[in-house]
């Protein structure tokens, strides 16, 4: 059976590493203008099935953050 053509493409599209596209090879937890971009409204680290990180990237974003959250750069929570 043929599929139609999604005039507005195809929504299970593979998601691009931003990471990787970007060619950051470390994350620095002191960047905090690209760890935002990985954190909710409420604060919380958006999981790689949205971001579109590899496994290794990923982790690397979160140990990032936790360590700017630690040292007070970014909240633990958005009231």
């Known amino acids: ?3 139609r053509s999604d005039p507005y493409g195809d929504p299970r599209r593979k998601k691009v590493d931003p990471i990787a596209a970007n060619k950051i090879e470390f994350v620095d937890y002191k960047d905090v203008n690209l760890l935002r971009k990985f954190l909710s409204d409420t604060g919380k680290i958006l999981p790689a099935r949205i971001t579109g990180c590899s496994r290794m990237n990923q982790r690397m974003i979160a140990a990032a953050i936790k360590r700017s ?3 007070g750069l970014l909240p ?3 009231a």
């Open 76 to 78: 633990f929570t958005v």
């Open 1 to 3: 059976m043929a599929r």
């Open 69 to 71: 959250r630690a040292i």
